[in-house]
């Protein structure tokens, strides 16, 4: 079975994570590639970049929710699945993280049930949504991450009013951006202090 593998090179660890994340896979049976300037960051040369996505057989991100979510992208374009391997500060979108993967073979991935996403983007307007999403008319919504079955109404403004914004959702204190679909009590009950729910700056 057939991995392509989309990283996040904008974090500190990337290289050590993802190079035993890529070694374990391929120990546990996987082929795996990579684009070519991330097999020369993370192996230093392009020993994994030997096909491509419309090769494999699924997309795989490793990162966070940014990260992700730029796999979605990729995939959605090649028309493949995708799965994520959390190492960013937030992984709600992901579904293993390292430890996850010592038992992940392509027998087990066979047996996995894919789900279906609706995957929306929104041009003249920094907002990213995955999942299915209805907005209404005549909103007018800015730096937004929109995750879960949200219904947004009729004439909802996000990103002009950041007192308004933040009485009503959860807005990350460094990037300023509006996160929608976790409820907002969730980041204040235990997770106020919790590195992983903190930063949305890098996006995963």
Same mark, same amino acid.
């Given at each position: 079975?057939?991995?392509?593998?989309?990283?996040?090179?904008?974090?500190?660890?990337?290289?050590?994570?993802?190079?035993?994340?890529?070694?374990?896979?391929?120990?546990?049976?996987?082929?795996?590639?990579?684009?070519?300037?991330?097999?020369?960051?993370?192996?230093?040369?392009?020993?994994?970049?030997?096909?491509?996505?419309?090769?494999?057989?699924?997309?795989?991100? #490793?990162?966070? !929710? %940014? *990260?992700?979510?730029?796999?979605?992208?990729? +995939?959605?374009?090649?028309?493949?699945? @995708?799965?994520?391997?959390?190492?960013?500060?937030?992984?709600?979108?992901?579904?293993?993280?390292?430890?996850?993967?010592?038992?992940?073979?392509?027998?087990?991935?066979?047996?996995?049930?894919?789900?279906?996403?609706?995957?929306?983007?929104?041009?003249?307007?920094?907002?990213?949504?995955?999942?299915?999403?209805?907005?209404?008319?005549?909103?007018?919504?800015?730096?937004?991450?929109?995750?879960?079955?949200? #219904?947004?109404? !009729? %004439? *909802?403004?996000?990103?002009?009013?950041?007192? +308004?914004?933040?009485?009503?959702?959860? @807005?990350?204190?460094?990037?300023?951006?509006?996160?929608?679909?976790?409820?907002?009590?969730?980041?204040?009950?235990?997770?106020?202090?919790?590195?992983?729910?903190?930063?949305?700056?890098?996006?995963?």
């Amino acid at each position: 079975m057939k991995l392509f593998i989309r990283i996040n090179r904008r974090q500190n660890d990337y290289r050590s994570r993802a190079e035993g994340i890529i070694r374990k896979l391929v120990e546990n049976g996987f082929e795996v590639s990579l684009f070519k300037v991330d097999a020369r960051a993370v192996f230093s040369s392009e020993e994994y970049a030997s096909f491509g996505v419309e090769e494999s057989d699924y997309v795989v991100s #490793i990162g966070g !929710d %940014g *990260t992700f979510l730029k796999g979605g992208l990729l +995939a959605a374009t090649y028309d493949k699945p @995708v799965f994520g391997v959390n190492i960013g500060r937030l992984g709600y979108l992901c579904r293993f993280d390292e430890k996850s993967l010592e038992t992940l073979t392509p027998e087990v991935l066979t047996g996995c049930p894919i789900e279906e996403k609706m995957l929306l983007e929104v041009s003249d307007s920094e907002l990213l949504a995955i999942n299915d999403v209805v907005i209404g008319k005549d909103c007018r919504i800015k730096r937004a991450i929109i995750d879960g079955h949200n #219904i947004i109404p !009729d %004439g *909802t403004v996000i990103g002009e009013d950041p007192e +308004a914004d933040a009485k009503n959702y959860y @807005v990350d204190p460094k990037s300023g951006l509006v996160v929608m679909g976790v409820p907002k009590v969730f980041y204040q009950s235990g997770h106020d202090n919790d590195e992983e729910a903190q930063s949305w700056d890098t996006l995963g």
